[in-house]
């Protein structure tokens, strides 16, 4: 059987434009159901999703290899280089 999916973008909040233009859409949890209703039109829910419930710290590379599956990898490492510049 075939798997079928669809990664829908927006864009990114002023904590992560520091990496990226785009993001993965992010939906508050008072949004889900709708989403998942057979309303015709959720398109106002795509929106871009607020920056204070956020955190954001560095991480190291082995993050970006799919073999690597332990906890471990996304605990927070010492930055290289600041982000903002």
């Known amino acids: ?5 669809a990664v829908i973008t927006t864009d990114a909040n002023e904590m ?3 990496i990226h233009d785009r ?11 709708r989403w ?3 309303e015709p039109d959720p398109r106002d829910l795509m929106r871009t999703f607020p920056a204070t419930p956020m955190r954001m710290w560095p991480i190291s590379t082995p993050v970006n290899n799919p073999k690597n ?3 471990s990898i996304v ?8 982000l903002t510049s």
Not at 75 to 81: D, F, N, Q, S
């Open 1 to 5: 059987m075939d798997s079928h999916f």
């Open 69 to 71: 599956d332990d906890p």
């Open 36 to 38: 998942l209703s057979d």
């Open 23 to 33: 993001v993965p859409l992010i939906l508050a949890p008072g949004d889900f159901v």
């Open 16 to 18: 992560l434009a520091e």
């Open 75 to 82: 605990e927070p490492v010492k930055a290289l280089r600041s």
